[in-house]
């Protein structure tokens, strides 16, 4: 018996301890998809009734997603997931009930929202739950809107979330200098030359981030994690997931999230119009500074995001994200001649055209003919 078998058994026997504890050791388990991180999901049924099951061992490994600190691998825990349920909670948005936790051994039972995601209700045309893509989207903006009114009347205060900065920013960044660019520069003295030129670039951008003050993010709000969710009274509410890693960081972070996400096509005139429609209900906002702040966010995050793929590919073999590759770059693009001129200039200077394609990581540097862990 290897020591993989030794661990997955001590795992199983965990997780049916914590149900049996729960009242759930006779409901079926059935694992769902993974995502790109560490943790886990069991759907649980029992006669009429559902949850899921959050398994998020300590001992797993979990990309620091804050940029807190210079080495970004650390020990997992569901901690985050119990104080930002709270959180959203008491801003009014409708997220999963806990019904139980081991913190200890990184468990959660969590009330199961089912399987209508905003992506499935786009795929269906409209047809499903009769709620086309602008009901859709003018849902998901109006989330933020309640959200950030939450903050703006003083919320952010006493949150107890991490407060970005810059530096939190860089670190997050330091990724797609050490993880993706290798994959499309393998030449190392032009890969030093694009780096410096990147650092160049983030003194110049990051500070602009901010131009119209900060908030609670959500950090990965886009169409996956919202969901339709019956509210017992004939109708639906947006149900949101996925929220452990919330922070307080510019203001427009999320709703670019939502309106520049990599796996999915948002024509440029619903971009506009969710824009209006946020900035409608904050006419406090200048909308110059706004629209600064958002294409470097947008950066920000797309730059994030492919650092993260280079090293899911590197450390943990997966390479199935390299199809979302070419639309990161294209929403690191979009605005930045007119916005930010600078972010234009790195690109055009150091990656051509055929480098913002998928890579093949055979040719990287860091790439090695070891394994790579699963």
Known sequence: MTGTTVEQGRRNADRQDFLGACGWQTAQVMPLVDDASARKYFRLERKHDTALLMDFPPSAIHVDPHGIYENPERPASVEPVLQTTALFERAGWRVP???????????????????????????SGGTMDGVGQDGLYLR?????????????????????????????????????KT???????PDAQKRDAAMVDFD???????????????????RDYHVDNLMLVENGDGGDDCGIIDFQDAAIAPRPYDLASLLRDVRHDISPDLESRMKQFYLAAFPSLDHSDFET???????????????????????????????????CWDLILRGAVDGLPALHHWVETHIPYDARKAPNISLSPTHSNKKAPQ
């Open 97 to 123: 009930k806990i019904h139980a936790s081991d913190v200890k051994r990184g468990l959660v039972l969590i009330e199961d929202f089912g399987d209508v995601t905003f992506t499935r209700a786009l795929q």
């Open 140 to 176: 998901a903006v109006d989330q933020l809107i309640g959200l950030h009114r939450f903050c703006d009347a003083g919320a952010v205060a006493d949150c107890g979330l991490v407060t970005y900065g810059a530096d939190n920013f860089r670190r997050m960044l330091t990724s797609f």
């Open 179 to 185: 993880d993706y660019l290798p994959l499309i520069i």
């Open 200 to 218: 160049r670039l983030l003194d110049d951008v990051l500070p602009l981030c901010w131009r119209v003050g900060d908030a609670i993010i959500h």
């Open 293 to 327: 702040a958002y294409v470097a966010n947008s950066m920000v995050r797309n730059f994030r995001i492919l650092g993260r793929f280079g090293w899911l590919a590197i450390k943990a073999g997966k390479t199935r994200y390299f199809d979302f590759i070419p639309r």
